[in-house]
């Protein structure tokens, strides 16, 4: 076992990398998380490796041939549909899509989620919690937005009788 981990960490090649830790974790019934110890990397790194293992031939050819480098391939190894993995790649490589733009369209077929609009800025975040605060004194507010989801968090600390009548308040107020 310490000879094929000795092996992994000093390959070059990712697919010959992801072959061997494919195996490790599968003959060898290692588990995502001590194998990346092992490895010294992240085990989101090492499930990106192991996609890879996925990939269809003309994509790992595409990546030989220096078509599309080893990011676009983390990327599109995420699609599990064979038909809308190819297209993807075709896109890529006939649009010459830059990293970020693949993230994008990858993101719209796996959520379906496209991204528009822009985040709220510092200030605007700060304004929106601090007049809701404010308006709903013992209300804690907090906002984190990411490119799929924005999340609003609305906490009331205290006893239920106080924090069920704020409650309700808030929720009549957002129903106007």
Do not use: W
């Not at 599990?80 to 990858?106: A, V």
């Not at 709220?120 to 709903?136: C, H, M």
């Not at 609305?154 to 106007?176: F, P, R, T, Y």
């Amino acid at each position: 076992m310490d000879d094929v981990i000795e092996k992994i960490k000093k390959e070059t090649d990712v697919f010959t990398k992801a072959k061997l830790i494919r195996f490790l974790l599968t003959e060898k019934n290692f588990r995502v998380i001590d194998l990346a110890k092992k490895l010294s990397i992240t085990s989101s790194y090492l499930c990106h490796l192991n996609r890879l293992n996925n990939l269809p031939e003309i994509i790992v050819d595409g990546f030989y041939s220096k078509l599309v480098d080893v990011s676009h391939l983390f990327l599109i190894s995420r699609v599990k549909d064979e038909k809308k993995l190819m297209e993807i790649y075709e896109k890529i490589l006939s649009e010459n899509l830059t990293i970020r733009q693949t993230e994008e369209l990858i993101r719209a077929v796996i959520y379906q989620i496209h991204d528009k609009g822009a985040f709220f800025t510092d200030v605007e975040k700060a304004d929106l919690i601090s007049r809701s605060e404010r308006k709903f004194p013992g209300l804690k507010v907090e906002l984190k937005q990411t490119r799929i989801k924005t999340n609003l968090n609305l906490e009331i600390k205290g006893n239920l009788e106080n924090s069920s009548k704020l409650a309700k308040e808030v929720l009549a107020k957002l129903s106007d």
